[in-house]
Nanobody, 120 residues
Framework: QVQLVESGGGLVQPGGSLTLSCVAS????????MSWYRQAPGKQRELVAG???????DYGDSVKGRFTISRDNAKKMIHLQMNTLKAEDTAVYYC??????????????WGQGTQVTVSS
């Protein structure tokens, strides 16, 4: 059984920084693209950043230049370094991944979400 587990959320002041982490726990045969999404109250879930297995990354326009996504394939983990945080970054952040289970079947997984609140 595979689970995505996020950590690192919390309360931070505007202009501050936070780093989120997500680990794919349990046994798996492979992990393809991994990404971070976020959802603020009353809004649609949106892509924040994604990263391919080989390391190619892409970002949403609102976070380009401020956020950096990275991955460690050996640890089955991704990180999101968030700098110069703004109030509009406040949201629940979700980890997403496509994972091949021990039954050889690929499927999409979502983490439980971690709250990021940017406020003074």
């Amino acid at each position: 059984q595979v689970q995505l587990v996020e950590s690192g959320g919390g309360l931070v002041q505007p202009g501050g920084s936070l780093t989120l982490s997500c680990v794919a726990s349990g046994s798996s045969l492979g992990i393809s693209a991994m990404s971070w999404y976020r959802q603020a109250p009353g809004k649609q879930r949106e892509l924040v950043a994604g990263i391919a297995k080989g390391g190619t990354a892409d970002y949403g326009d609102s976070v380009k230049g401020r956020f950096t996504i990275s991955r460690d394939n050996a640890k089955k983990m991704i990180h999101l370094q968030m700098n110069t945080l703004k109030a509009e970054d406040t949201a629940v952040y979700y980890c997403n991944a496509f994972i091949q289970g021990m039954n050889w079947v690929w499927r999409e997984y979502w983490g439980q979400g971690t709250q990021v609140t940017v406020s003074s």
